[in-house]
Each structure stands twice: as C-alpha cells, then as structure tokens.
C-alpha cells in the first residue's frame, strides 16, 4: 500500500511538472529586438566644376569731339572650379527636405573695341583695341531641395535625386567708360585706364541633380554629385540699360559624405 501510494506521488509530481513547463514557455515574454538604426541627417561637401560658358558683351555711346564714341566690351567667363556644401534630412519615408550652397569664383578677361571721333576732323574716328585684365565674376548661390532617396540592395551605396528652386546672387566687374590716351597731332590713341564698376544682381532659379554615394562605415563615405542649376539675370549696362547675362550652369563634383 505505500509503494502504491509513493508511486501515484511520483507520477503526479511528474505529470506537474510537465504541464508547468509548456505552459511558462508560453507565457514567457519574448525577447525585444534591438530596433535597426535611422540615419536621417545627410551632409555633402563637394568641390566641383562649373562648366559651359557664361560671356556676355556690352556696349554703350558718349559724346566725344562734338561726335559720338562707341566702344564694345566682350567679357569672358570661362568654366572653373567651385564648392558646394549640403544638408537635407528625412521628413516621410524615403522624402527629404534639404538645402545647399555653392560658389563660383572667376576672373573674366574682356576685350574692348572702340571708335573714338578725331578732334579736328569729322567722321575720322580713331580705332582702339585692348584687352583688360583683373575684371572678377563671383557667383553665390541658395539651393532648396526636395530629395527622392532611390531604394539600394547594398547597404552601402546611397542614391539621391533632387531639384528645387535656386536663389542667386551675383556681382560682376563692368566697363562704364573706355579710357584713352592721345597727342598731337591726335591722329591716334593709346589705351588708358577707363572707369569701372562693380554690379550685382539677384534672381531665383532653379536646380535638378543626382547624387550617389559609398559608405566606408555607417555614418562616412564618399560620392559624387552632378547637378544644373542657372537662371539669367539682367544687369545693369553701361548704356544705362541691362544685359542679359547667364548665370550657374551645369556642375559635376565630388567629396565627402556624412549620415546620422
């Protein structure tokens, strides 16, 4: 009779046991998943290249010798380096919103023509032809942007395309008036110092570009960006009037990638 009894205490304590342990197996709470990281936060620094040509001529009249001068101003703004920064952060899904700032710097050489009225002759003007040196193109420009993160299978490579309005300004050096120099018996004449401005002007725009980048570790990597961003803008002339004038253009660089 006690071995039967101790044997029914055995089987019970075992049948317990086995009916506790499924059931704290199902009531355990799982384990959290560590949440994956977000990087929201982009920044680029780039240096690029501003290619196309920007050259714009003048032109404009004044009295001289009881006639009428005229002289030509061709201004050469050749292509040339620049430097951009940007920042954008993530506002829906695969939406960012961001914001740049590029800088063109350049000199711009210009060749002068001009027709000058004899002083003791009628309709025998003298001829002058010179290039001047030091005149400077600056270019300084606000890119707002809205930016389309392209889904990528490696993790890391990160693409963006992007475009949005541009705010420009830009000052340029100008010719007002051609400077010369003469002597009897005033049959010709000689370049000289003439009188020169500096002008600016500010006009929106716009700008559209793509960006792709490496990233060595999850927050720094490299990449490239190509990008048009311009508009025209009159300024102002040395007749009185304005020029139209093209401004930013096509630019393609690279540099340094950040992510947070």
Do not use: C
């Amino acid at each position: 009779m006690r071995r039967t009894t101790a044997l029914v205490v055995i089987v019970v304590g075992l049948a317990a046991v086995a009916i506790a342990n499924p059931a704290s197996a199902q009531t355990r709470p799982p384990v959290p998943r560590r949440p994956q990281p977000t990087d929201r936060i982009f920044i680029s620094v780039d240096g690029m290249y501003q290619a196309g040509s920007e050259n714009f001529t003048d032109s404009a009249t004044f009295p001289a010798n009881a006639e009428t001068a005229t002289f030509n101003s061709a201004y050469d703004v050749k292509p040339g380096p620049a430097f951009s920064i940007a920042g954008s952060g993530l506002v829906w899904r695969q939406l960012a919103i961001g914001i740049g700032v590029s800088r063109f710097s350049r000199e711009t050489p210009t060749a002068v023509t001009a027709s000058i009225p004899h002083p003791f002759f009628f309709n025998q003007p003298r001829s002058l032809t010179e290039d001047i040196a030091g005149f400077h193109r600056e270019e300084l420009a606000v890119h707002v942007q809205a930016r389309a993160m392209v889904p990528m299978s490696n993790r890391h490579m990160q693409t963006m395309v992007y475009g949005g309005p541009s705010f420009f300004s830009v000052k340029q050096d100008v010719l007002n008036r051609v400077g010369y120099s003469e002597t009897y018996p005033y049959d010709s004449i000689t370049p000289a110092p003439g009188q020169t401005a500096s002008v600016s002007k500010s006009k929106v725009g716009f700008n559209a570009g793509a960006d792709v980048a490496y990233f060595f570790t999850r927050q720094v990597g490299v990449g490239g960006t190509a990008q048009y961003a311009g508009t025209t803008m009159a300024l102002s002339s040395a007749s009185g009037g304005t020029v139209d004038v093209k401004v930013g253009g096509f630019q393609a660089g690279g540099g340094l990638r950040l992510r947070f």
